[in-house]
T-cell receptor, first 115, second 113 residues
Framework: AQSVTQLDSQVPVFEEAPVELRCNYS??????LFWYVQYPNQGLQLLLK??????LVKGINGFEAEFNKSQTSFHLRKPSVHISDTAEYFC?????????????FGKGTKLTVNP | DAGITQSPRHKVTETGTPVTLRCHQT?????MYWYRQDPGHGLRLIHY???????DKGEVSDGYSVSRSKTEDFLLTLESATSSQTSVYFC????????????FGSGTRLTVV
């Protein structure tokens, strides 16, 4: 079964600084990868996804992620963050077992953007 | 989120009582999922459904049951609530497996006292 490790549980940054949220997954076989964002007291919203093709994936709100197969990583980046980016971010990988496919989530990274 | 509604949004219940949470979708998606979210654990899959009356267990299914008698509704029942089931519960839907990702509801905050 797949597993996902988000290496930082909390990341504090100042407004307009760059940020990277790290994600590693367990298997090097073909996978689909996702980043979701959760604003306070809300559900999860899809930021971006990698299915195949270009290893650099662009998402909403200026975020992008790079798929690195050799390092089994899918790190999320933004060159300049805003206060409104304060949220929890979840990395997820598709896991196919027993003929069904489900998403497995990491434990999340809380991004706090300070003025 | 548009097309997926969870009810109730908040509930406080006593230990030992049964509780049912409802997920309703208007997207006609085949796949539906129940997750629980706890600090330090992220989201963990409880049960999922791949069609009417077709359900299967996730990684934390003990103490929970589900039913899906219609495409649009997926019910999660805590048969005898315990304090360890205090959590935020999220429903998700997916048109197809894998690459399509999920659309999440707004969640139900359940407190068992």
């Amino acid at each position: 079964a797949q597993s996902v490790t988000q290496l930082d549980s909390q990341v504090p940054v100042f407004e307009e600084a760059p940020v990277e949220l790290r994600c590693n997954y367990s298997s090097s076989v073909s996978v689909y990868l996702f980043w979701y964002v959760q604003y306070p007291n809300q559900g999860l919203q899809l930021l971006l996804k990698y299915l195949s093709g270009s290893t650099l994936v662009k998402g909403i709100n200026g975020f992008e992620a790079e798929f690195n197969k050799s390092q089994t990583s899918f790190h999320l980046r933004k060159p300049s963050v805003h206060i409104s980016d304060t949220a929890e971010y979840f990395c997820a990988v598709s896991d196919q077992q027993g003929g069904s496919e489900k998403l497995v989530f990491g434990k999340g990274t809380k991004l706090t953007v300070n003025p | 989120d548009a097309g997926i509604t969870q009810s109730p949004r908040h509930k406080v219940t006593e230990t030992g009582t049964p509780v049912t949470l409802r997920c309703h979708q208007t997207e006609n998606h085949r796949y539906m999922y129940w997750y629980r979210q706890d600090p330090g654990h992220g989201l963990r899959l409880i049960h999922y459904s791949y069609g009417v009356k077709d359900t299967d267990k996730g990684e934390v299914s003990d103490g929970y049951s589900v039913s899906r008698s219609k495409t649009e509704d997926f019910l999660l029942t805590l048969e005898s609530a315990t304090s360890s089931q205090t959590s935020v519960y999220f429903c998700a839907i997916s048109e197809r497996q894998g690459a399509y990702g999920y659309t999440f509801g707004s969640g139900t905050r359940l407190t068992v006292v």
